[in-house]
């Protein structure tokens, strides 16, 4: 059957929509992605989430209709996407829409709050607009039964790579690194998920300081650069590292304000800086994953990290026994897996199947996420 | 099979909880109510929803926060009905919640809103706790068609009530009156609702002000009175009554500002005051029905206002050739009526059938409400 993936992440850039084809259920699903295509969202709706996203410029009223308004937005990309591929929407099973997150409350840290999650983009509007069945709210039932409500793409990931003789590590690089590591020819209960630390975010921002640019692009400065192993002996003493798993991570750890204070702590040239940075990220994952690497073990780099050669050939450096490669050596693409990940635990949904990965989220037992919108 | 229905009013008393029995589906469905309770909020809770409606003192985190906390104290409402009619939760077909309205928009007067509405009480959270399935969100696929996501009852009032021979206006007294006229031997598309104007709402705000008390009990600061034939005729010239069908009323028209103006105009005795706001309300009640009354009607009563005799008998006397009674003349329960109106709504998603009333809501068409969170 036919279906719509929707993924709207945290930077905000638009609606990533993957028309996929989808047979089976739990292990027998199969995915072969039609169309994968990014709507951005309009400067102004932008503006808009930024202002639901916090605490201090956030209210009640803003946030019932950006709920109302980004359900539309999702349904027209549907509509665009099934126009793009020349199919009538209603040739689909149905929409898997994940939802703009605008507040994600795992742990509170403040009396009178409970552990809490909240994406908008009501599944009503994309189902009047697409004219078909919505699966929607990915996150809370696992929530529900203790986990974190994340990751949520594990799942999806295991049913996608697992292999019965090599061990798989999905290795993601956006701002900061994770990892879901598949044993060979293990169960879904034994599927391990983790941040790995930081992973583009301490270069990006040292791109923009030192060359206004935001990222490094090709890993050309990286390359110029010389990896300083005084410095980067001393950043991997980071207490992150060393935390047990499963552990998440964020720009509370490796953000601006640790930028400032390594800048401070070290004097480095400007790529050097780069290509210091790019040794910390493809050290913190190699130290990471090696733990799991057993001989036939297979590293798959998404995200934007995997563009950035110089990071990726850093990582196989260090990781001499693991088959280094990124998404699209596997046939895949980096842009369009979490909106195929929204398709795959739609269909689990779909079929009253569980989908969260326990191991992962620290729920205590598996759940069906989602909800289903009937049209 | 059995199912709970869950509502939460705008009064923010608690959770009004049904257990039913329910068989059917669209014009064949049957209820028989087999237990109600309502479990109040704790007041700290009370406090919380407060802050939750108001622009001024909402924001993101409280919402997301809140949304997870009813929804585990919606699930919990649904183990204690099970527990008190002996059964186990696991033994219903599926619970149907209304959830709690923090905000209803459905003509937004900034630029930059649309028509929308929020409803929280995760249903993730009360499958979680009930072990069932959960059907919730019942109003925004109405709006997705342009509908107001109001009134939801009129369904349930017209699977429940039709009548081949009689014409069924069903009058709601709450803080406002509204109406339901379901038309001898009608179909669902012939049914009319709207606002009649004021319920209880100015009986209230006299009693509060003259003698501290919540309500005219019994009626009986009313029939002490005398009602005031000019004053009344005067406040029957307010333009809610004389603008067109279907509208809506509120706080807006008839709150305390209302109160305010009118005892400023006129100056009667406090017994004098309650008598002619009862008649008020019966009055606006029996003009606005009058045009739907044939030989054969009768008009049912519920809400708190069915309570006050006072009222009732003026609303008799103005109707001379309709019958008027309350809900439990007809076996049914005032209290009970918005929770099992839940059940039914939800019978209707689990069959994916449409349970909106576009003639009611002004929706250009019917469609499924609600959405299935699978346990």
Known sequence: MLAVGLMSGTSLDGTDAALVEITGVGPTTKVKLRRFASYPFASGLKTKIKAALAVETSDVEQICSLNFELGAIFGAAVVKICAEAKIAPQELTFVASHGQTVY???????????????QIGDPALIAE?????????????????????????????????RSPEQTRILQNIGGIGNATVIPAAGELSDVVAFDTGPGNMIIDELCRRFYHEEYDRDGAHGAAGQVNQTVLQKLLQHPYFARPFPKTSGREDFGSEYVDQIMQQFDLGADDWVATATALTAQSIAQAVKQFATAQTELIIGGGGSYNPTLVKMIQAALPKVKVGIQE??????????AIAMVVLGN?????????????????????LGRITYF
């Open 104 to 118: 994600h409350l795992p742990r509170p840290d403040r009396p009178g709050l409970v552990p809490s999650t909240l």
């Open 348 to 368: 689990q949904t779909w079929h009253h199947q569980p989908s969260n990965v326990p191991s992962a989220t620290g729920a205590k037992r598996p759940v069906i």
């Open 329 to 338: 050596d596997y046939g895949y693409s980096s842009d369009a897996k979490e």
């Open 129 to 161: 607009r697409a004219q078909t069945a919505v699966i929607s709210n990915f996150r809370e039932a696992d929530m529900a039964v203790g986990g974190q409500g994340a990751p949520i793409v594990p799942y999806s990931e295991y049913i996608l790579y």
